[in-house]
């Protein structure tokens, strides 16, 4: 997944002590129980990859398992399927916020791992019902799930990384590639169990669940835990930060893109009959299988471009970085829309098109690691960081569940030009409010006067 001469940088303990420790450290401890927790981030990054590979190995069985019933008479539709991904979405929003204010105030090892499980026992649910309602609780517990780990785990990512910048912009690109882990080799290891087990596939997507969760419960050491009088107050103070009043609108834009793209709703559409002329809706129809291998290849590129950029970010401007990748959006959605419309041209003409969108694809694949990286900067020590990255889980959430929402009203009526479409919106009204997002320094500035 990683490089091991680049993951070897992040096994160094810092140089700092672990801010979030306050008081006392438990009784036989000192500076070793201080770095203890920085020596295995490795460990914890790649838990997270196994977290990600199960959760994008569950969506995309959630669409080929659907996708499957409705062609043997099922009649179930796309704006099903998007709505079982916003569901998810949903209940991470809720849970996010608690979660993150819980991150501050518990040991993380433990809410983490109790996420984990929480994930097993819902994919569990859709390998032993077939109910409409069970799906909707299944899709609920996952997403609960995802928010007792993600604050938790940035957290705990910022509190290792303090007064390292170059450090946390490889650390939160390696979480991003984690991300691309679960795309690219969920997609593939739902294609393969489902064509071998069916609905028993998501079996098996529970014991990747319960591998994340020991994983986590054995990297992640026992810290001393802060004190939370008063929740809300805690909340508020996280609340008044310049730094996320500034980010969420964007935020919230980029993430409905990945609620567009990367639910259920494209595999629904690139394996379902349909009627369409658009040269890749119903493109697997016939080869279910297939459609792992095609998400695997997108994450190979965009993998190759975050890679990248987690060298190059910390020589620029986080600001002009998130512009510049944005900005991507544009072209490589002009470049996918050519592609849906070459059925009558030459495989040459296709391929030509599909580099351009791979070398585009590359230099969007920036944004998500910068701007963690511009978030985790502009933290102050003394603020609950769990509960100000459980408001960053909540903006992912909304974004997702506008993008799962538009992904099943679009796809509906346009198939996969309504997900293009939806994107270039979207782009257009994130590059709008990214206008007023500063450059970092300036935050610091203003936050040190």
């Known amino acids: 997944m990683t490089a091991p001469s680049d993951m070897s940088v992040l096994n160094r303990p810092p140089a700092e002590p672990h801010p979030r420790i306050s008081g006392p450290l438990p009784s036989g401890g000192g500076a070793d129980d201080r770095t203890h927790a ?195 107050k805690e909340l508020k103070q996280v609340l008044r930060l310049p730094s996320l009043r500034h980010l969420a609108p964007v935020w919230v834009c980029v993430n409905s893109v990945v609620g567009l793209w990367l639910g259920p709703t494209l595999p629904f559409l690139l394996t379902g009959r349909t009627s369409s002329h658009e040269f890749l809706a119903g493109i697997y129809a016939t080869s279910p299988a297939d459609v792992g291998w095609l998400l695997f290849g997108y994450s190979i590129v965009f993998g190759l471009g975050v890679t990248a950029w987690s060298f190059i970010l910390p020589h620029i401007r986080l600001r002009n970085a998130m512009t510049f990748t944005l900005g991507a959006m544009l072209p490589v959605c002009a470049g996918f829309y050519l592609l849906n419309h070459s059925g009558d041209q030459s495989a040459a003409v296709r391929w030509s098109i599909g580099a351009g969108i791979a070398l585009l694809i590359m230099v969007e694949s ?55 479409y939806g994107t270039v919106l979207v782009a257009i009204v994130a590059l709008m409010f990214l206008h007023w997002v500063p450059d970092l320094s300036s935050v610091r500035e203003e936050r040190n006067a």
């Not at 609905?199 to 990297?219: D, E, G, N, P, R």
Request: glycine share 10%; with cysteine.
């Open 38 to 232: 920085h020596a295995n981030l490795a460990w914890v990054i790649s838990a997270h990859g196994i977290l990600r590979i199960a959760s994008g190995t569950s969506g995309i069985l959630i669409g080929l398992y659907l996708a499957s019933l409705n062609n043997h008479g099922a009649h179930l539709s796309v704006g099903l399927v998007g709505t079982l991904s916003a569901v998810s979405f949903a209940a991470e929003l809720f849970a996010s916020i608690p979660m993150g204010l819980a991150s501050d105030a518990m040991q993380p090892r433990l809410l983490m791992t109790a996420g984990a499980i929480v994930g097993a026992i819902a994919v569990f649910l859709f390998a032993v019902s077939g109910s409409t309602s069970i799906f909707f609780l299944s899709r609920v517990l996952e997403g609960i799930g995802a928010a007792a780990i993600v604050p938790a785990l940035l957290a705990y990512l910022t509190d290792a990384t303090d007064r390292r910048p170059a450090l946390r912009v490889k650390a939160m690109s390696y979480f991003e590639l984690t991300l691309l882990a679960g795309l690219a080799l969920g997609g593939i290891v739902a294609a393969q169990l489902f064509r071998a087990l069916d609905a028993a596939a998501f079996t098996v997507v529970s014991v990747l669940y319960l591998a994340c969760a020991l994983i986590l419960f054995f990297s992640i050491s026992s810290r001393a835990v802060r004190h939370l009088p008063n929740p809300l």
């Open 366 to 420: 920036g944004f998500t690691p910068a701007a963690l990286a511009w978030l985790a900067g502009t933290l102050p020590a003394e603020s609950g960081r769990g509960a100000a990255m459980g408001i960053y889980s909540v903006l992912l959430s909304v974004g997702a569940i506008i993008g799962s929402l538009l992904a099943g009203f679009l796809g509906e009526r346009y198939s996969i030009d309504g997900l293009l």
